[in-house]
């Protein structure tokens, strides 16, 4: 007996001829994640097939047109076309995590099943390393504004090595321009910006989807490279405003490697 499997529960797929998917309470399965339309979709099953006719019995997919789509084994399918779902199909409304499997007892399908089944385990994992490298990110980042908040705070007390260190940063010649911009490029970045009567214009790109998205920042500097086109600075992140301060970072490096964000300093 087919079953419409998600991670959350079973859905017995025969006791209807179709089912809507969709937000509104009155849909057969309610999703209540935001990017799921009103009438999502509808699984429906055709029990005859005339003679002569191409599509065959079983179980097919229609997307109503919904804002955000409809994946049939992590393939966008077109709106307002029926598609042939199988057993072991995994399915996805929207953004949403939750999947959807078709299962049955049908000769001949432990194969599909086993596949559909390394898919999603593949999937998860997936989504399990994203959310591990965010965690180390995120970790990283408040070590580093932990770390740069305890500099310069010595109590008064320091041992001859770090006296010998502080003496050779304050040396006349040697001015530690990194240090000065590491500690927030964006207003560093601004600052430099702002005397030269420009605006700051991030130009932000996304890459990949789902899961693997990231973002790609960009800013456009007031230098030529070598062969007259304009230089840039550009972060790469999962998370948008990491992206840009990677962006404003690698800004500040390009313009002190010319000289002239320390003179704007």
């Known amino acids: 007996e087919p079953l419409f499997r998600s991670l959350l529960e079973e859905i017995d797929v025969t006791s209807k001829p179709y089912f809507v998917f969709g937000r509104l309470p009155s849909c057969d399965v309610t999703l209540d994640h935001p990017s799921i339309s009103r009438h999502h979709a509808i699984l429906q099953y055709k029990s005859e097939a005339a003679e002569g006719e191409k599509a065959q019995c079983g179980f097919y997919l229609y997307d109503l047109g919904s804002t955000h789509g409809t994946k049939v084994n992590k393939e966008s399918v077109v709106a307002r076309t029926y598609y042939r779902i199988r057993l072991g199909h995994v399915i996805r409304f929207g953004a949403s995590t939750r999947l959807f499997v078709l299962r049955g007892d049908e000769d001949g399908q432990e194969g599909v099943e086993i596949e559909a089944e390394e ?21 990283e980042r408040r070590t580093r504004e932990e770390k740069e908040a305890k500099q310069g705070i010595s109590w008064g007390m320091m041992d001859d090595d770090d006296a010998e260190d502080v003496a050779a940063v304050n040396k006349p010649e040697v001015i530690d321009e990194d240090a000065y911009y590491n500690r927030d490029p964006k207003k560093a970045l601004k600052r430099f910006m702002d005397q030269e009567g420009l605006e700051i214009d991030y130009e ?17 500097l007031p230098i030529q490279g070598p062969a007259g086109e304009l230089m ?16 404003a970072l690698d800004a500040c490096r390009v313009l002190d490697a010319q000289g002239m964000l320390r003179s704007s300093a």
């Not at 898919?119 to 970790?139: G, I, P, Y």
């Not at 840039?232 to 990677?246: N, Q, S």
């Open 119 to 139: 898919e999603m385990m593949e999937f998860l994992k997936t989504k399990a390393e994203r959310d591990e490298r965010e965690r180390r990110e995120e970790e």
């Open 204 to 220: 932000t790109e996304q890459i990949g989807k789902s899961y693997e998205r990231e973002f790609r920042v960009r800013i456009r």
């Open 232 to 247: 840039c600075g550009e972060g790469v992140a999962a998370k948008k405003k990491d992206a840009v301060a990677l962006c």
